[in-house]
């Protein structure tokens, strides 16, 4: 079963907000691992509420960024996870290619779009082969 990786800031929570209840809701429609991916340093990650997330969070301190491919090759090994065993969730451009970069499969999440049925579909296909 693939584990979702879920970007935290503008995916997963919305700053000043909170968790974007949709999409958590949809999440917990699935029963694989989650993993929320941050770059969020120790002041970050209180001030955003990670601290307060259900899922296992994940975060390097902006040494690298996401938008550098070392973060998921880091990320793969610590959590002893293969290419082909994730699926990622991510608003940053950047990110999303970086992560793409190693065939890692990603869906961009439009934070201000915040297309819910387009990533189920995504999830849905993605997740079970």
């Not at 968790?19 to 999440?27: G, K, R």
């Amino acid at each position: 079963m693939k584990v979702l990786l879920v970007d935290a800031i503008n995916t997963l929570v919305i700053p000043g907000k909170g968790i974007y209840e949709p999409l958590f809701d949809l999440l917990e429609t699935y029963p694989n691992r989650k993993i929320v991916l941050t770059g969020a340093n120790d002041e970050e990650f209180i001030q955003h509420g990670l601290d307060k997330i259900p899922y296992e969070v994940f975060t390097l301190k902006h040494n690298p960024e996401k938008s550098n491919s070392d973060y998921y090759k880091i990320l793969l090994k610590h959590f002893d996870l293969a290419i082909n065993e994730v699926v990622y969730i991510e608003h940053n451009l950047e990110a999303l290619r970086s992560a793409e970069s190693l065939k890692i499969k990603v869906f961009h999440y439009d934070k201000d779009l915040k297309d819910i049925n387009s990533l189920n579909q995504f999830l849905e296909i993605n997740i079970s082969d």
